[in-house]
């Protein structure tokens, strides 16, 4: 059977929990301890918490992006690694609900599925406590190599555990077999030798990254930070891609594209509902990369429905709901395109 796209990543099980007892303090006003985020979240030690709400979701990149190729129309399969257990069960359930190939799926009996709690309260803001289970486990004599030739595209998720060893071998064999890559590597991934690194990007169709991903791999820091020019660090990730396109996201700041011609940017619409964060990257980046297929690679177009995208899922809570089907209406934002 022949595929429009295969994606690669975790599967993950979502559990969103929100009460008003989740206190949130700041370093240096409530408390001495140091956060990584500047804040940190307190619950009394021994003590039982009500919870308002629970919704249980699925999640984890490679799920969540083959959700939003399915919707938008192209063959899409998984290949990742379940756990033995009933969370397993219902994401296989749940991909083949959205018409989503599951034959590449492989059950680890070692460990459970992965797991995430998202705990929340009413200001919006979050913490997850994330446990990486099979998914990690997923090793390349587990793919199917012979059956995923006849594909037009691999999306790969970011990778860990066994799989990361195989990052270079997975865009490789795409190459040689004519397939078009995307990729939105883990910080693991963006901490292998520069020179194997540059190796592998240089074979890379499209490129995705957070601006803290980017500021990492760049080291350049953000556009508009003392010193640098703007289209610094955009253009410096694009030339360690020459063959593709480079994306950079940016929160509400929305998005930096370029294509090693001219850079592209645009802001999301300022009225969009910010529900639930969970998942927004792996929304727009099925967005983009759905148009940007179709299109024969109109990176304005894509843009719009990667945006779109994204403000549909954050309207909802979960990665998957609200991703938008394919020849939805949409509201579209302005789109600067600038030589570099």
């Keep these: 059977m022949s595929y429009d796209i295969i994606t690669f990543g975790s599967a993950t099980q979502d559990v969103h929990i929100k009460s008003k007892a989740f206190k949130i303090l700041e370093e240096g006003k409530d408390v001495s301890t140091t956060f990584e985020s500047g804040k940190g979240i307190c619950l009394p030690f021994g003590s039982k918490i009500e919870v308002e709400d629970i919704i249980f979701t699925s999640g984890g990149g490679g799920t969540n992006t083959a959700a939003g190729f399915a919707k938008q129309g192209f063959r899409t399969a998984f290949c990742g690694a379940i756990g033995a257990d009933v969370s397993g069960l219902e994401i296989i359930m749940e991909l083949k ?117 980017a500021s990492f791999l760049t080291k350049t820091g953000a556009p508009g930070s003392p010193g640098a020019r703007p289209g610094t660090q955009i253009e410096n990730l694009s030339a360690l891609v020459p063959n593709g396109v480079a994306v950079i996201t940016r929160g509400a700041d929305g998005v930096v594209v370029c294509d090693g011609k001219y850079i592209y940017s645009a802001k999301p619409d300022p009225e969009r509902k910010v529900v639930d964060t969970t998942g927004a990257g792996d929304s727009f980046a099925s967005g983009f990369l759905s148009d940007f297929i179709r299109s024969n690679g109109d990176i304005e177009k894509a843009i719009q429905l990667g945006l779109a995208n994204s403000a549909a899922n954050l309207s909802q809570v979960g990665a998957k709901n609200g991703l938008l089907d394919k020849n939805s209406e949409f509201k579209r934002v302005q789109v600067t395109k600038i030589e570099t």
Excluded: C
Excluded at 152 to 173: C, D, H, M
């Design 97 to 213: 609900h959205l018409r989503v190939d599951t034959r590449f799926i492989v059950k680890k009996k070692a460990k459970h599925t992965n797991y995430s709690i998202v705990m929340s309260n009413n200001s919006g803001e979050r913490t997850i406590l994330a446990y990486r289970g099979a998914s990690d486990m997923l090793d390349k004599k587990d793919i199917k190599w012979k059956r995923i030739k006849k594909v037009k595209w691999f999306y790969s998720a970011p990778l860990t555990g066994s799989l990361l060893e195989s990052f270079g071998e997975i865009v490789s064999f795409a190459k040689a077999n004519n397939i078009k890559v995307a990729v939105n590597p883990s910080k693991q991934q963006l901490s292998l030798p520069v020179e194997e690194i540059k190796n592998i990007f240089s074979k890379i169709d499209v490129l995705f990254l957070n601006q803290e991903e």
